[in-house]
């Protein structure tokens, strides 16, 4: 699973919490913090602390792996092409 958010990470945390048949409180109180913390990382709020955020990952089990995403050949950047485009068409206008 590719995360690109803090929803994402979020929902990621939370459907493994439900794996586990742990409550909100239940991961609080393993990862030390407050349920309401809990609840605002499972919501996807960015601000949140990222140490705290590896003490949940952690106490859930899970861990983040990084990984240089290739860009896809299918990836069109439209400024580049509309670039391109518009020199093209001042070279076929001499």
């Known amino acids: 699973m590719q995360i690109r958010t803090p929803k994402e990470l979020g929902a990621l945390v939370r459907s493994r ?20 913390w809990i609840v ?8 949140v602390q990222l140490g705290l955020v590896f003490r949940a990952l952690r106490a859930v089990g899970l861990t983040l792996d990084g990984k240089v995403q ?6 069109v950047d ?17």
Request: a negative charge.
């Open 70 to 75: 290739e860009k896809d050949p299918q990836d």
């Open 17 to 36: 919490r439900k794996e586990l048949g742990w409550s909100q409180q239940r991961l609080a109180d393993e990862s030390g913090v407050k349920r309401l």
């Open 40 to 47: 605002h990382f499972e919501a996807g709020k960015p601000t």
């Open 78 to 94: 439209l400024s580049v092409l509309l670039g391109e485009q518009k020199e093209g068409s001042l070279k076929s206008d001499d």
